[in-house]
T-cell receptor
């Protein structure tokens, strides 16, 4: 089956620093990748949709200058949390959608990255 | 906008059958997904429905009625490891041609011995 990896799985940083999270599709090409955030006991909230070779589309309320997304290839998307603050502490999950026609455009999720900002 | 409703919690006993319902209101409907999420982990894909009817996959089945904006996930022969949150997600196609996936709040299922 399709596998999506995320790195790092867990990160602790000081307030004001930037953190980069990588999302890779390992055995398929993903024209579209999605970034979600999940706070404890809450549902997944879509932050942005990332299409390879173009600018990401951010959901309402998500600051694009704070959450920088780069989707430079069909297998890699990165999310950079700039000047992180304690309220940015959350579980960040990426998902990748395979090319149309393969499996009904199912989204496959990465294992998530737990970010703790002190 | 989109609205997805599913029960917050459900309990069942090992070996039993449980049905988790999901109702939705959306424009540009383009498919409904069910995901399983254990605490502290990312969701894992369970099923996908885009046409009306029942999709069966082992102990898990999913049903969709597009006219009623309704789906359910049926879990048979429940096992303790099935204790998890079950997320209903609706894919919608925007005029731009891009699709997005909106998740419900999830149903926490607790399976007891």
């Amino acid at each position: 089956g399709a596998v999506v990896s995320q790195h790092p799985s867990r990160v602790i940083c000081k307030s004001g620093t930037s953190v980069k999270i990588e999302c890779r599709s390992l055995d398929f090409q993903a024209t579209t990748m999605f970034w979600y955030r999940q706070f404890p006991k809450q549902s997944l909230m879509l932050m942005a949709t990332s299409n390879e070779g173009s600018k990401a589309t951010y959901e309402q309320g998500v600051e694009k200058d704070k959450f920088l997304i780069n989707h430079a290839s069909l297998t890699l998307s990165t999310l950079t949390v700039t000047s992180a603050h304690p309220e940015d502490s959350s579980f960040y999950i990426c998902s990748a959608r395979d090319l149309p026609g393969r499996t009904g455009e199912t989204q496959y999720f990465g294992p998530g990255t737990r970010l703790l900002v002190l | 906008g989109q609205n997805i409703d599913q029960p917050t919690e459900m309990t069942a006993t090992e070996g039993a059958i449980v049905q988790i319902n999901c109702t939705y209101q959306t424009s540009g409907f383009n498919g409904l997904f069910w995901y399983q999420q254990h605490a502290g982990e990312a969701p894992t894909f369970l099923s996908y429905n885009v046409l009306d009817g029942l999709e069966e996959k082992g102990r898990f089945s999913s049903f969709l009625s597009r006219s009623k904006g309704y789906s359910y996930l049926l879990l048979k022969e429940l096992q303790m490891k099935d204790s998890a949150s079950y997320l209903c997600a609706v894919r919608s196609l925007a005029n731009s041609g891009y699709s997005t996936l909106t998740f419900g709040k999830g149903t926490m299922l607790l399976v007891s011995p």
